[in-house]
């Protein structure tokens, strides 16, 4: 199983839009609607932002989306505010050598 | 609510077995759900190493099976996690946690605060 690309870092200023992407094969992230994304401030645990590719779970700001095209999913975040800065994991269940799940490399978002 | 709680030895002699446990309150694992391990090198990303049902049903990391038993016990309501002849590259933050739907490959929404396992003679 091969982790998930996601870029290192992105950046916005607050009030912009920012999109993080997460690129996966036919056997992941292309194959399967079980796509995840992860909030996790330092010292935390992580946190559900959005399930299914693009579902949020109860209290996570509307802010928050995800979509998929193809082998790759983005997860948007709209309106940035200065507490949205920390780092951001796409996971994804995976076919490929035995069934499993696969976490991406994970992508450090700064509000500028 | 459901809250998770991992324990075990902070710190752990090259080639020895790891051992951790996650206590589960607010819920029974007998009554279903899948129970997952992740863990966390310092500075790294998230590895997934494996999950398993109430009844023991399990389903492993590739990278890490040859070397990961996790286990279930019902009466105390806990789940476990073995991973032997470790090296300092399994020095990480190792949580536990629950995927929201039934499978083991459903988003984890419930996780513990993590246990920090430091590899080291």
């Known amino acids: 199983q091969s982790a998930l690309t996601q870029p290192a870092s992105v950046s916005g200023s607050p009030g912009q839009s920012i999109t993080i992407s997460c690129t996966g094969t036919?056997?992941?992230?292309?194959?399967?609607?079980?796509v995840s994304w992860y909030q996790q401030h330092p010292g935390k645990a992580p946190k559900l932002m959005i399930y299914?590719?693009?579902n949020r779970p109860s209290g996570v700001s509307n802010r928050f989306s995800g979509s998929k095209s193809g082998n790759t999913a983005s997860l948007t975040i709209s309106g940035l505010q200065a507490e949205d800065e920390a780092d951001y994991y796409c996971?994804?269940?995976?076919?490929?050598?035995?069934?499993?799940?696969?976490f991406g490399g994970g992508t450090k978002l700064t509000v500028l | 609510q459901v809250q998770l709680q991992e324990s075990g030895p902070g710190l752990v002699k090259p080639s020895e077995t790891l051992s951790l446990t996650c206590a589960v309150s607010g819920y029974s694992i007998s009554s279903g759900y899948y129970w997952g391990w992740i863990r966390q090198p310092p500075g790294k990303g998230l590895e997934w190493i494996g999950s398993i049902y109430h009844s023991g049903s399990t389903y492993y990391n590739p990278s890490l099976k040859s070397r990961v038993t996790i286990s279930v016990d019902t009466s105390k309501n806990q789940f476990s996690l073995k991973l032997s002849s470790v090296t300092a590259a399994d020095t990480a933050v190792y949580y536990c946690?629950?995927?929201?739907?039934?499978?083991?490959?459903?988003?984890?929404?419930?996780w513990g605060q993590g246990t920090m396992v430091t590899v080291s003679s």
């Open positions: 946690a629950r995927p929201a739907g039934g499978d083991f490959y459903d988003a984890f929404d419930i």
């Open positions: 299914e590719v693009s």
């Open positions: 996971s994804s269940y995976t076919s490929s050598s035995t069934l499993g799940v696969v």
């Open positions: 036919s056997s992941d992230v292309g194959g399967y609607n079980y």
